[in-house]
Protein backbone atom coordinates (compact mmCIF):
# COMPACT_ATOMS: atom_id res chain seq x y z
CA UNK A 1 0.00 0.00 0.00
CA UNK A 2 0.93 3.68 -0.52
CA UNK A 3 1.66 5.21 2.90
CA UNK A 4 0.41 8.85 3.08
CA UNK A 5 2.35 10.93 5.37
CA UNK A 6 0.87 14.36 6.31
CA UNK A 7 2.77 17.61 8.60
CA UNK A 8 1.93 18.80 10.98
CA UNK A 9 -1.04 16.30 12.79
CA UNK A 10 -2.20 19.74 14.34
CA UNK A 11 -1.63 23.16 13.70
CA UNK A 12 -3.21 26.60 15.32
CA UNK A 13 -3.29 29.80 13.24
CA UNK A 14 -5.08 32.56 13.44
CA UNK A 15 -7.48 34.58 11.23
CA UNK A 16 -6.16 35.85 8.18
CA UNK A 17 -2.76 33.52 8.29
CA UNK A 18 -1.70 31.88 5.42
CA UNK A 19 -1.85 27.96 6.25
CA UNK A 20 0.31 25.33 4.79
CA UNK A 21 -0.34 21.17 4.99
CA UNK A 22 2.34 19.13 3.14
CA UNK A 23 1.27 15.40 2.38
CA UNK A 24 4.32 13.10 1.26
CA UNK A 25 3.77 9.75 -0.49
CA UNK A 26 5.86 6.35 0.11
CA UNK A 27 5.74 6.69 -3.64
CA UNK A 28 5.52 8.55 -6.86
CA UNK A 29 1.51 9.05 -7.57
CA UNK A 30 1.96 11.92 -10.04
CA UNK A 31 -0.59 14.14 -9.58
CA UNK A 32 -3.16 11.28 -8.50
CA UNK A 33 -3.81 13.23 -4.89
CA UNK A 34 -6.84 14.61 -3.54
CA UNK A 35 -7.24 17.06 -0.26
CA UNK A 36 -10.52 16.91 1.86
CA UNK A 37 -12.07 19.18 4.45
CA UNK A 38 -13.65 17.04 7.62
CA UNK A 39 -15.78 18.99 10.03
CA UNK A 40 -17.18 17.91 13.28
CA UNK A 41 -19.74 15.27 13.04
CA UNK A 42 -19.83 15.90 9.64
CA UNK A 43 -19.04 13.71 6.59
CA UNK A 44 -15.59 14.72 4.47
CA UNK A 45 -15.80 17.70 1.37
CA UNK A 46 -13.57 17.27 -1.60
CA UNK A 47 -11.74 20.24 -2.10
CA UNK A 48 -8.42 19.56 -4.56
CA UNK A 49 -8.74 17.11 -6.75
CA UNK A 50 -5.54 16.38 -9.50
CA UNK A 51 -3.19 17.59 -6.50
CA UNK A 52 -4.23 21.41 -7.94
CA UNK A 53 -7.46 21.90 -9.15
CA UNK A 54 -10.30 23.34 -6.92
CA UNK A 55 -13.74 21.87 -7.04
CA UNK A 56 -16.89 23.88 -8.28
CA UNK A 57 -17.62 26.00 -5.22
CA UNK A 58 -14.76 26.07 -3.01
CA UNK A 59 -13.50 29.19 -2.37
CA UNK A 60 -10.68 30.11 -3.72
CA UNK A 61 -8.24 30.60 -0.53
CA UNK A 62 -7.65 26.93 -1.22
CA UNK A 63 -5.23 25.99 -3.39
CA UNK A 64 -3.08 22.97 -3.63
CA UNK A 65 0.30 22.05 -5.45
CA UNK A 66 3.20 19.15 -6.04
CA UNK A 67 3.39 15.76 -8.26
CA UNK A 68 5.24 12.68 -7.82
CA UNK A 69 6.01 12.26 -4.16
CA UNK A 70 5.54 15.88 -1.99
CA UNK A 71 2.41 17.84 -1.91
CA UNK A 72 1.02 21.30 -0.21
CA UNK A 73 -2.29 22.21 0.52
CA UNK A 74 -2.40 25.93 1.21
CA UNK A 75 -5.08 27.99 2.72
CA UNK A 76 -4.46 31.64 1.62
CA UNK A 77 -6.27 33.59 4.23
CA UNK A 78 -7.57 31.46 7.39
CA UNK A 79 -10.94 31.90 8.02
CA UNK A 80 -13.09 30.80 11.06
CA UNK A 81 -14.98 28.47 9.25
CA UNK A 82 -12.05 26.57 8.02
CA UNK A 83 -11.54 24.92 11.22
CA UNK A 84 -11.47 21.29 10.64
CA UNK A 85 -9.20 18.13 9.85
CA UNK A 86 -7.73 17.95 6.42
CA UNK A 87 -7.12 14.92 4.83
CA UNK A 88 -4.89 14.19 1.58
CA UNK A 89 -5.69 10.76 -0.57
CA UNK A 90 -4.13 9.03 -3.39
CA UNK A 91 -5.80 6.73 -5.95
CA UNK A 92 -2.78 6.20 -8.09
CA UNK A 93 -2.99 2.98 -6.73
CA UNK A 94 -5.48 0.47 -4.95
CA UNK A 95 -6.08 0.19 -2.26
CA UNK A 96 -6.88 4.40 -2.05
CA UNK A 97 -5.38 5.55 1.28
CA UNK A 98 -5.58 9.11 2.85
CA UNK A 99 -3.37 10.83 5.04
CA UNK A 100 -3.65 10.52 8.60
CA UNK A 101 -5.35 13.96 8.81
CA UNK A 102 -4.13 17.68 10.13
CA UNK A 103 -6.23 19.23 12.98
CA UNK A 104 -6.29 23.12 12.10
CA UNK A 105 -7.36 24.85 15.10
CA UNK A 106 -7.51 28.70 15.69
CA UNK A 107 -5.29 30.85 17.84
CA UNK B 1 -28.50 17.45 -6.19
CA UNK B 2 -27.71 13.63 -5.41
CA UNK B 3 -28.24 12.89 -1.76
CA UNK B 4 -26.89 9.54 -0.49
CA UNK B 5 -28.11 8.03 3.11
CA UNK B 6 -26.81 5.30 4.77
CA UNK B 7 -29.14 2.90 6.89
CA UNK B 8 -28.61 -0.25 8.87
CA UNK B 9 -28.26 -2.15 12.16
CA UNK B 10 -26.27 0.45 14.87
CA UNK B 11 -24.80 -2.28 16.71
CA UNK B 12 -23.79 -5.99 16.03
CA UNK B 13 -22.21 -8.78 17.65
CA UNK B 14 -18.82 -9.57 17.28
CA UNK B 15 -18.26 -12.37 14.79
CA UNK B 16 -22.00 -11.29 12.89
CA UNK B 17 -21.86 -9.59 9.38
CA UNK B 18 -22.42 -5.93 9.51
CA UNK B 19 -24.75 -4.70 6.56
CA UNK B 20 -25.66 -1.52 5.45
CA UNK B 21 -27.48 0.12 2.75
CA UNK B 22 -27.10 3.66 0.81
CA UNK B 23 -29.88 5.40 -1.23
CA UNK B 24 -29.54 7.34 -3.88
CA UNK B 25 -31.70 10.46 -4.61
CA UNK B 26 -31.31 13.18 -6.94
CA UNK B 27 -29.78 11.05 -9.72
CA UNK B 28 -29.58 7.97 -10.95
CA UNK B 29 -27.14 5.34 -9.47
CA UNK B 30 -26.15 3.70 -13.46
CA UNK B 31 -23.49 5.74 -13.78
CA UNK B 32 -20.18 6.79 -11.85
CA UNK B 33 -18.54 4.75 -9.03
CA UNK B 34 -20.04 4.04 -5.63
CA UNK B 35 -17.68 3.60 -2.55
CA UNK B 36 -17.56 2.70 1.03
CA UNK B 37 -15.11 4.37 3.51
CA UNK B 38 -15.32 4.33 7.18
CA UNK B 39 -13.49 5.91 10.04
CA UNK B 40 -12.58 4.73 13.71
CA UNK B 41 -14.05 6.71 16.14
CA UNK B 42 -11.04 9.87 16.58
CA UNK B 43 -9.51 7.93 13.96
CA UNK B 44 -8.56 8.65 10.11
CA UNK B 45 -10.39 7.45 7.06
CA UNK B 46 -10.33 3.95 5.25
CA UNK B 47 -11.64 3.44 2.12
CA UNK B 48 -12.87 -0.01 2.05
CA UNK B 49 -14.17 -0.47 -1.62
CA UNK B 50 -15.90 0.85 -4.57
CA UNK B 51 -18.31 -0.97 -7.00
CA UNK B 52 -19.47 0.79 -10.59
CA UNK B 53 -22.72 0.22 -11.86
CA UNK B 54 -22.42 -2.53 -13.98
CA UNK B 55 -21.14 -4.63 -10.66
CA UNK B 56 -17.26 -4.47 -11.32
CA UNK B 57 -15.85 -4.30 -7.40
CA UNK B 58 -12.06 -3.17 -6.17
CA UNK B 59 -11.63 -3.98 -2.44
CA UNK B 60 -8.75 -3.01 0.25
CA UNK B 61 -7.09 -6.05 0.23
CA UNK B 62 -6.71 -5.63 3.87
CA UNK B 63 -10.57 -6.10 4.00
CA UNK B 64 -11.10 -8.41 1.25
CA UNK B 65 -11.87 -11.84 2.43
CA UNK B 66 -14.40 -10.31 4.87
CA UNK B 67 -15.97 -7.47 2.01
CA UNK B 68 -18.87 -7.65 -0.45
CA UNK B 69 -20.49 -4.52 -2.10
CA UNK B 70 -23.08 -4.51 -4.76
CA UNK B 71 -25.93 -2.71 -6.38
CA UNK B 72 -29.33 -2.36 -6.86
CA UNK B 73 -30.10 -0.19 -10.13
CA UNK B 74 -33.84 -1.19 -9.73
CA UNK B 75 -33.78 0.36 -6.15
CA UNK B 76 -31.12 2.69 -6.62
CA UNK B 77 -29.36 1.75 -3.82
CA UNK B 78 -26.01 -0.17 -3.18
CA UNK B 79 -24.88 -1.89 -0.03
CA UNK B 80 -22.08 -3.26 1.89
CA UNK B 81 -21.82 -6.89 4.06
CA UNK B 82 -18.57 -6.89 6.18
CA UNK B 83 -18.29 -10.25 7.54
CA UNK B 84 -17.12 -11.85 10.82
CA UNK B 85 -16.65 -8.62 12.58
CA UNK B 86 -14.87 -7.83 15.66
CA UNK B 87 -14.13 -4.40 17.59
CA UNK B 88 -12.10 -3.44 15.61
CA UNK B 89 -14.55 -3.05 13.05
CA UNK B 90 -16.17 -0.60 14.72
CA UNK B 91 -16.51 3.09 12.92
CA UNK B 92 -18.71 5.49 11.01
CA UNK B 93 -19.06 4.09 7.83
CA UNK B 94 -19.67 6.69 4.68
CA UNK B 95 -21.40 5.65 1.27
CA UNK B 96 -19.83 8.33 -1.24
CA UNK B 97 -19.94 9.13 -5.01
CA UNK B 98 -17.54 9.91 -7.32
CA UNK B 99 -17.53 13.68 -8.33
CA UNK B 100 -18.95 14.70 -11.34
CA UNK B 101 -15.67 15.73 -12.96
CA UNK B 102 -13.14 14.42 -10.74
CA UNK B 103 -11.60 11.39 -9.71
CA UNK B 104 -12.45 11.97 -6.06
CA UNK B 105 -15.14 11.07 -3.60
CA UNK B 106 -17.51 14.15 -4.14
CA UNK B 107 -20.82 13.30 -2.72
CA UNK B 108 -21.06 11.64 0.47
CA UNK B 109 -23.72 10.28 3.14
CA UNK B 110 -24.32 11.67 6.19
CA UNK B 111 -22.60 8.48 7.87
CA UNK B 112 -23.41 5.91 10.08
CA UNK B 113 -21.57 4.65 13.15
CA UNK B 114 -21.68 1.15 13.53
CA UNK B 115 -20.64 -0.62 17.00
CA UNK B 116 -19.68 -4.25 17.14
CA UNK B 117 -19.96 -5.05 21.01
CA UNK B 118 -21.76 -8.15 22.32
Redesign the interface.
Same mark, same amino acid.
Not at chain 2, 58 to 62: A, E, L, Q, R
Not at chain 2, 99 to 106: K, V
Given at each position: ?IQMTQSPSSLSASVGDRVTITCQASQDISN #?L?W #?QQKPG?????LI??AS?L??GVPSRFSGSGSGTDFTFTISSLQPEDIATY #?C?Q #?DN????? *?? *?TKLEIK | QVQLQESGPGLVKPSETLSLTCTVSGGSISSYYWSWIRQPPGK +??? /?IGYIYYSGST?????LKSRVTISVDTSKNQFSLKLSSVTAADTAVY?C?RE????? @? /? @?Y /? +?? +?TLVTVSS
Open positions: D #YN #YKAPKLYDNET #YQ #YLPQTF *GQ *G | +GLE /WNYNPSYAADTAM @G /W @G /W +GQ +G
